[in-house]
């Protein structure tokens, strides 16, 4: 099994920065790399952020150049950096992984993040 657990949301400014850290535990070699995910009310979840199959960072057109997707394989965690925070980025955020015969999709318990005045 593998456990995926967020942390790091809470209330800030617009301009404000947060750091989301997003820990794997259990199967760990059995998963691909991690992506952050988030999903507003009443609206579908999203991508954010996550890695190509070459490693590489990936993010949609509504945080480039704000937010940043990084990692950190001796701690099993991926982090997401998310600088000049705009009331539209209010969400919960979600990191996810998938097994390596891509049967299944682990989801942490997700962390809310609130940008407002």
């Known amino acids: 099994q593998v456990h995926l657990v967020e942390s790091g949301g809470g209330l800030v400014q617009p301009g404000g920065s947060l750091r989301l850290s997003c820990a794997a535990s259990?199967?760990?070699?059995?998963?691909?790399?991690m992506g952050w995910y988030r999903q507003a009310p009443g609206k579908q979840r999203e991508l954010v952020a996550g890695?190509?199959?070459?490693?590489?960072?990936n993010y949609a057109d509504s945080v480039k150049g704000r937010f940043t997707i990084s990692s950190d394989g001796a701690k099993n965690t991926v982090y997401l950096q998310m600088n000049s925070l705009k009331p539209e980025d209010t969400a919960v955020y979600y990191c996810?992984?998938?097994?390596?015969?891509?049967?299944?999709?682990?989801w942490g318990q997700g962390t809310q993040v609130t940008v407002s005045s």
């Open positions: 996810n992984a998938r097994s390596t015969d891509s049967l299944i999709d682990y």
């Open positions: 259990g199967s760990i070699f059995r998963i691909n790399p």
């Open positions: 890695f190509t199959r070459g490693g590489r960072p």
